[in-house]
């Protein structure tokens, strides 16, 4: 209940000041017409004294109770609870792991693998707002693209410009891994990710996937691998002609899932099949669910203070002071 600028816990409490009217109706119809007036009063020899004010001890008596029932009926001053929220958030290190071998080139996703991917990706990070990233490439051998950064255009620009025969061609996984596992090794970050994505099988570097993947375990790394490539056959590149431009035929998608899971499994990861780009996308989409930030949240609550004690403090000090007029002022004799 709401009275002026207070709000009152109690307001049934308020009933009792029915009280007051009727007690003031008695007195003035019954209490005075019985006793009559007053034959002396020491107020009296106070010069244009009045005989109403003889009554001023019943009105500071009402005044005093009703401002103890208000008191008691908890009055708390009309603003809203406040509540401030403290948020901590605890960004995740995460490392893309990418192939740009130049099966990658396969027209099976539009306007191929390679390109693809790279959109998939990029969404991905852009929405990724309080981690560092990294990105790793790799194709025949590895090496960073970018560091782990917390600047996402910066990220972005340097995952656009990844292209297909930046360095000898092949398909390294492994090695791939392990350059990704090696920016994160020294990571601080409570939940350290490696995505490694790929179309194919390892055939290249001195480091075996597996081998790799327990590296990464060992670094309290999870690997998330994804597998790009439709089921059956894709439209790639076999062969480069004299010009030195792709010459691409239908070959069967071949990618090393065993190994990949392999990977996942040993890493406490998972992995996902991609066999267009619409699945790509809802694997990012997994994953983000998987690697959701970790929010740290104080909340401190203000409390409504409370004005009761200001009401009954005001509430005893008019009944005693109704008392002083009595026994004092308005002292009456026979």
């Not at 009309?78 to 960004?91: C, M, N, P, Q, R």
């Not at 203070?305 to 002083?324: C, D, I, Q, R, T």
Request: some cysteine; glycine content about 6%.
């Amino acid at each position: 209940m709401k009275i002026g600028a207070y709000i009152l816990q109690d307001p049934w409490i308020l009933w009792f000041l029915l009280a007051i009217p009727l007690y003031l109706i008695y007195y003035f119809s019954v209490v005075v017409k019985r006793t009559g007036k007053v034959s002396s009063s020491t107020f009296h020899a106070v010069p244009g004294s009045r005989s109403w004010w003889l009554h001023l001890p019943l009105f500071f008596s009402a005044m005093a109770l009703a401002l103890l029932l208000f008191g008691l009926a908890r009055p708390q001053l009309d603003i809203e609870s406040e509540k401030f929220i403290e948020e901590y958030a605890e960004g995740i290190d995460i490392v893309i792991a990418f192939d740009a071998s130049s099966s990658m080139l396969a027209t099976d996703f539009k306007p191929n693998r390679l390109e693809a991917s790279k959109e998939v990706a990029k969404e991905f990070v852009a929405g990724r707002k309080n981690d560092r990233i990294g990105l790793v490439v790799y194709e025949g051998e590895s090496f960073t693209q970018c560091p782990l950064t917390s600047d996402k255009e910066v990220m972005l620009k340097l995952f656009q410009e990844v292209e297909t025969g930046m360095i000898e061609g092949g398909t390294a996984i492994g090695m791939g891994l392990a350059t990704a596992v090696n920016r994160l090794r020294e990571s601080e970050a409570q939940s350290k990710v490696i995505v490694l994505l790929t179309d194919g099988v390892n055939t290249h570097g001195k480091i075996h996937p597996v081998s790799a993947a327990e590296i990464a375990n060992e670094f309290g790394i999870r690997v998330y691998t994804i597998g790009v490539g439709t089921n059956g056959q894709a439209r790639s590149p076999v062969a480069i002609d004299h010009m030195g431009n792709y010459v691409f035929d239908y070959v069967e998608v071949e990618i090393d899932e065993p190994v990949l899971q392999e990977i996942a499994e040993i890493t406490e990861g998972k992995y996902f099949r991609a066999t267009d780009k619409n699945s790509l996308e809802e694997v990012y989409k997994e994953i983000d669910k998987l690697e959701k930030d970790k929010i740290s949240v104080i909340e401190y609550q203000v409390e409504i203070p409370e004005k009761f004690y200001n009401f009954v403090l005001l509430g005893l000090l008019s009944l005693l002071f109704s008392v002083a007029l009595s026994k004092i002022i308005f002292r009456t004799t026979p």
